[in-house]
């Protein structure tokens, strides 16, 4: 009788242990999750907070917000021209880190509106254009985001 009593509480003990650990994997499944998600959610502010910090220096130097929203071709060398580019640098480095957290952060592959800034960049921006082209292997993430280039233009039939 007592090795009957033994063999229920042993199995009781059994398929509470399995329970609870069922339990324990539903809890860690949701904390994961949620995890994941403030991940997410930093990574992309993280993203916004650079581009931020872009529109600051364009802010303090408003002539230069023609090279990257207006379509203005990059200046003449001097001082202009040494700003717009280091400009786009950052811009580069942002828009490449932003491309690059959509593809490796958990739950944020949906954010299609990084795909669209950064071809409304490239389009509005040869400074941008620019130094992506001169130097892709900085950015692999968004080099391969550059648009095709157009072709040339026909000239007059003879």
């Known amino acids: 009788m007592s090795t009957l009593i033994f063999g229920i509480i042993a199995s009781a003990a059994a398929v509470f242990s399995i329970l609870f650990s069922a339990w324990q994997i539903r809890q860690l499944t949701q904390q994961t999750a949620i995890n994941n998600g403030i991940a997410a959610a930093s990574a992309i502010n993280t993203s916004v907070e650079r581009l931020h910090g872009i529109g600051m220096l364009i802010f303090q130097h408003p002539h230069l917000n023609r090279y990257f929203f207006h379509g203005a071709d990059v200046p003449e060398p001097g001082e ?3 700003q717009v580019l280091t400009l786009a640098h950052m811009f580069a480095d942002s828009l490449d880190y932003g491309l690059m957290i959509k593809t490796l ?4 592959s949906q954010y299609d ?6 071809a409304d960049m490239f389009a509005k921006s040869p400074a941008i254009r620019q130094v992506v082209l001169d130097h ?4 692999q993430v968004l080099a391969p985001h550059l648009p095709e280039p157009s072709p040339p233009a026909a000239g007059p039939q003879a």
């Open 113 to 118: 509106c990084w795909d669209h800034y950064v």
């Open 80 to 82: 202009e021209r040494e």
């Open 136 to 139: 892709p292997l900085w950015w």
């Open 105 to 108: 952060a958990p739950g944020t």
